[in-house]
C-alpha cells in the first residue's frame, strides 16, 4: 500500500495544502451573512426538545464548517504524506467513513431540529410548500439510491485520495449521474430543501441553502483542485507508459 503517491510531488508543497482556502474562508463569511439575514427574523422565540432554535442554527452551521474544514485536511494531508494510512494502515478509509458519514448524517438531523423549533414561520402557503418539498425530495432519494447502486460509498468517501487504483474507474453515468457528473452536490442536497418546506420553516430553509451553496464552495476550492491534479498525474503516467487509449 503506498503510504504517500510519488506521482504527486506538488501535494506536499505548503501552497498546494492552502491552496484556493482563503477563498473559502471569505466565501464562507459571505455565505454565513447571507444565511443569517434570511434566519434571525424567525430566529429567537421556537425550540424543540428543549433546545433553542438558535442552538439548532448554529449547530447546523458549525458541523457543516468542521466537516469540510476535516475534509480539506484529511484529503490534502493524505495526498501529500498518507497521513491517515500511516495511523491505520488498511483501515484508513474506514476511520476517515467512522468520521466522515456521522457528519454527513448530521446535515439533515439538524436541520430538521430546526424546522421543529421553527415550524410553520415561512410564508409560503402550505399548498405550495409541501408539494415542492415532496418534488425535491424525489431526486434526492433517487440520487442516494444511485450513489450506493453504481459509485458506491467507499468512492464518495474520496477513495481516489486514499488508492490510486480507483483512479483508473470510469466515469459513472448511470442513475442520477446521467443528468449530473457531480449529482451528489447537485441533487442530493435537495433533501435538506424538502425537509425545511415540509415543516415550512424559513430558518431550515436558509440553512439548508447556506449547506447546499456551502459543499459547491468546498468543491471548488479543495475537492476541484485536488481531481486536477491526481487525475493530471494519473494521464501523465499512462501517456509516459505508452497507454494512450
Same mark, same amino acid.
Given at each position: ?30 455565505? @454565513?451573512?447571507?444565511?443569517? =439575514?434570511?434566519? &434571525? ?15 439548532? !442554527? ?5 458541523? %457543516? ?7 480539506? &485536511? ?15 494502515? +488498511? !483501515?484508513? /478509509? =474506514? ?9 454527513? /448524517? ?10 421543529? %423549533? ?5 410564508? =409560503? ?10 418534488? @425535491?425530495?424525489?431526486?434526492? /432519494? ?14 464518495? /468517501?474520496? %477513495? ?11 466515469? &459513472? ?40 451553496? !456551502?459543499?459547491?464552495?468546498?468543491? !471548488? ?10 487525475? %493530471?498525474?494519473?494521464? +501523465? ?9
Amino acid at each position: 500500500m503506498n503510504i504517500a503517491d510519488p506521482s504527486l510531488p506538488q501535494a506536499r508543497r505548503a501552497n498546494y495544502f492552502f491552496r484556493r482556502q482563503a477563498l473559502h474562508l471569505v466565501l464562507f463569511i459571505i455565505l @454565513l451573512g447571507l444565511s443569517w =439575514v434570511f434566519a &434571525v427574523p424567525v430566529l429567537g422565540d421556537g425550540s424543540w426538545l428543549g433546545i433553542a432554535d438558535r442552538s439548532w !442554527y448554529a449547530w447546523g452551521i458549525g458541523l %457543516a464548517v468542521l466537516q469540510q474544514i476535516l475534509v480539506w &485536511v484529511v484529503w490534502r494531508t493524505q495526498l501529500g504524506w498518507g497521513l491517515l494510512t500511516r495511523l491505520a494502515g +488498511k !483501515y484508513d /478509509l =474506514v476511520l476517515w467513513g467512522s468520521v466522515f458519514l456521522p457528519l454527513l /448524517l448530521a446535515r439533515p438531523i439538524f436541520i430538521a431540529g430546526l424546522a421543529m %423549533a421553527d415550524r410553520n414561520s415561512l410564508s =409560503v402557503p402550505a399548498s405550495l410548500s409541501t408539494p415542492l418539498g415532496l418534488i @425535491l425530495l424525489i431526486p434526492a /432519494l433517487y440520487t442516494l439510491w444511485s450513489v450506493e447502486r453504481f459509485f458506491g460509498f467507499t468512492r464518495a /468517501l474520496g %477513495a481516489d485520495h486514499f488508492r490510486p487504483s480507483v483512479r483508473t474507474l470510469p466515469m &459513472v453515468r448511470q442513475g442520477a449521474f446521467r443528468w449530473s457528473g457531480n449529482a451528489m452536490y447537485s441533487f442530493a442536497f435537495l433533501g435538506l430543501w424538502s425537509i425545511a418546506l415540509l415543516l415550512r420553516s424559513q430558518a431550515a430553509l436558509s440553512l439548508a441553502l447556506f449547506q447546499h451553496a !456551502y459543499v459547491w464552495v468546498h468543491f !471548488y476550492c479543495t475537492e476541484a483542485p485536488d481531481l486536477d491534479l491526481i487525475y %493530471a498525474a494519473g494521464e +501523465k503516467i499512462s501517456i509516459a507508459s505508452g497507454n494512450r487509449s
